[in-house]
């Protein structure tokens, strides 16, 4: 069975400082992985995707099969970038499944000014 | 931009009642989802939908839920006896308009669930 595991509950930087939320996962397979956060009072939003390679926000995550880790970063923390992130892992496989998302527990981050 | 809807944000009924959490998710989608999250715990999987039938489900998901597309827009939750443990944040969410090599999935604001 897939687990995620986010070992900070909670995580507080200041401003212009860079950030790490770590990731790790365990998996058999080939897995996809994703961050989503939610703002304050806000649902839950996909962040990015291993497989785009892309930076949202400025944050990148690269996947590492070797350490088995996704762990998200940005070189200079915001104030806006305060809120939950979720490490997510979905199964790899058919293209024609409804594959469901592993979650991890989560991070609090908190930007301070 | 649509988005995934959810109805009604707070839903509170007394222990061995039925409640029915319902969901519009974007139209044209394909995929439909429902995830639970209890205070101070994760995010868990509950059950998928796909092609108007179950395509997984977890362990949480037992003989006393079920999912149901009635009329083509909306995608329910029963729970048809709550109990205490039942208290949670219930999200719905809706993905694959296409088949594509990922399946990402838009989230609803969800429903927080109080079983008294």
């Known amino acids: 069975a897939q687990r995620v595991t986010q070992p900070e509950k909670l995580l507080s930087v200041f401003k212009g400082a860079p950030v790490e939320l770590k990731c790790n996962y365990s998996?058999?397979?080939?897995?996809?992985l994703f961050w989503y956060v939610q703002y304050s009072r806000q649902r839950l939003q996909l962040l990015l995707r291993?497989?785009s390679r892309e930076s949202i926000k400025g944050f990148t995550a690269d996947l590492n099969k070797g350490e088995t880790s996704f762990h998200l970063k940005k070189p200079f923390a915001q104030e806006e970038d305060s809120a939950m992130y979720y490490c997510a892992l979905q199964e790899g496989g058919d293209s024609g499944s409804a594959r469901q998302l592993t979650f991890g527990s989560g991070t609090q981050l908190t930007v301070l000014p | 931009e649509p988005e995934v809807t959810q109805t009604p944000s707070h839903q509170v009924t007394q222990m061995g009642q039925e409640v029915i959490l319902r969901c519009v998710p974007i139209?044209?989608?394909?995929?439909f989802y429902w995830y639970r999250q209890i205070l101070g715990q994760k995010v868990e999987f509950l059950v998928s939908f796909y092609n108007n039938e179950i395509s997984e489900k977890s362990e949480i998901f037992d003989d006393q839920f079920s999912v149901e597309r009635p009329d083509g827009s909306n995608f329910t939750l029963k729970i048809r006896s709550t109990k205490l443990e039942d208290s949670a944040m219930y999200f719905c969410?809706?993905?694959?308009?296409?088949?594509?090599?990922?399946?990402?999935?838009?989230f609803g604001p969800g429903t927080r669930l109080t079983v008294l």
């Open positions: 969410a809706s993905g694959g308009r296409l088949a594509t090599s990922y399946n990402e999935q838009f």
């Open positions: 998996y058999s397979g080939s897995p996809e």
């Open positions: 291993h497989i």
């Open positions: 139209s044209n989608h394909l995929y």
